[in-house]
C-alpha cells in the first residue's frame, strides 16, 4: 500500500504543478520512474517477469507517439507520468487509471464547453485527471 500512496503523492505533486505552470516536472518523473526501476529490481513491487514489466510502459509510448504526431498537443510530459505510473503499479492499472483520467476529463470538458465556461482552443492539463484516476483505482 505504501507503494501506492508514493505515487500518488508523486501524481500529487505534478498535478498542482501542472494545473499551475501548465508543464509536468519532468525531473520529479524521472526521480519516480528510478525508484520504481530500483524498487522492481530490488522485488520490492510487483513479481512479475521482465517482459511485464516491459509492457507496463506502453500506455506512455503510446502517448509519446501521440504527442509526436499531433506536435504536442498532448505532451510528453503525460507519456512520462504514464510510464512512471505504469512502472509503479503495472500495465493493467496504469490503463484502468488512464481510461478513468479521459473519462473524468472528457465529462468536465463537455460540461465545461456547453456551459460556455471554456472555448475549445483551451489547453486542459491532463495530470490532475491522472490524480484522480489514481485515486479512484486506489479504492479498488
Excluded: N
Excluded at 61 to 83: C, H, N
Aim: proline share 3%; hydrophobic share 65%.
Amino acid at each position: 500500500m505504501w507503494i501506492e500512496i508514493l505515487l500518488f503523492v508523486l501524481i500529487g505533486i505534478c498535478a498542482v504543478i501542472d494545473g499551475i505552470k501548465r508543464e509536468i516536472p519532468i525531473v520529479l518523473v524521472w526521480i519516480g520512474i528510478a525508484v520504481a526501476v530500483i524498487l522492481r529490481l530490488q522485488k520490492g513491487i510487483g513479481g512479475e517477469d521482465l517482459l511485464a514489466v516491459a509492457l507496463s510502459v506502453i500506455p506512455g509510448a503510446v502517448f509519446w507517439f501521440i504527442s509526436l504526431v499531433t506536435r504536442e498537443k498532448v505532451g510528453y510530459g503525460d507519456g512520462w507520468m504514464l510510464v512512471m505510473i505504469g512502472l509503479f503499479v503495472g500495465i493493467w492499472k496504469c490503463f484502468l487509471i488512464l481510461l478513468i483520467g479521459l473519462i473524468s476529463e472528457s465529462v468536465i470538458v463537455l460540461v465545461l464547453l456547453a456551459l460556455q465556461r471554456i472555448s475549445s482552443d483551451r489547453k486542459i492539463p491532463f495530470a490532475p485527471f491522472l490524480l484522480f484516476g489514481m485515486g479512484v483505482a486506489l479504492c479498488f
